[in-house]
């Protein structure tokens, strides 16, 4: 005999496996600190590659202007400018990558303990029916 309730409960959990359990499943091999230090250090070297190429049109699109003050300009002062907004973007940017990636994992998490609970209810429900 078919039981509906069944049949329900496995199409929703081949759909979940087929759709969003594929990169929650991939999130749920690591831990926390794990998935978030691997984002982050992606953050760092993307955020680091930005930033270069942001002061390097920076600096093409004033050219002129720094030519004309060559002589003028403090290069030491420009260069802690030039340092500490850096530092200021990498850590700004890494806070929103650190916040979006925790998230992402916690929201995961809860949704494997879902589909394994869900697991557990349909085997028990082969179990109480022969």
């Known amino acids: 005999m078919i039981n509906e309730e069944r049949i329900i409960l496995m199409t929703k959990l081949a759909a979940y496996e087929k759709g969003e359990g594929k990169r929650n499943?991939?999130?749920g091999k690591y831990f926390m600190s794990d998935y978030i230090s691997l984002h982050l250090l992606r953050t760092v070297i993307s955020g680091t590659f930005a930033y270069l190429l942001a002061v390097g049109v920076y600096f093409l699109y004033f050219y002129e202007e720094?030519?004309?003050n060559l002589y003028t300009i403090d290069?030491?002062?420009m260069a802690r400018n030039v340092v500490?907004?850096?530092?200021?973007?990498?850590?700004v940017y890494g806070i929103i990558t650190y916040v979006f990636f925790a998230l992402r994992f916690l929201k995961a998490k809860k949704s494997?303990?879902?589909?394994y609970q869900n697991l557990k209810k349909?085997?028990?429900m082969y179990h109480q029916q022969p």
């Open 112 to 115: 494997i303990k879902k589909y």
């Open 66 to 68: 720094l030519l004309e």
């Open 25 to 27: 499943m991939a999130v």
């Open 122 to 124: 349909l085997n028990s």
């Open 84 to 91: 500490s907004y850096y530092v200021i973007f990498l850590v």
């Open 75 to 77: 290069f030491a002062a």
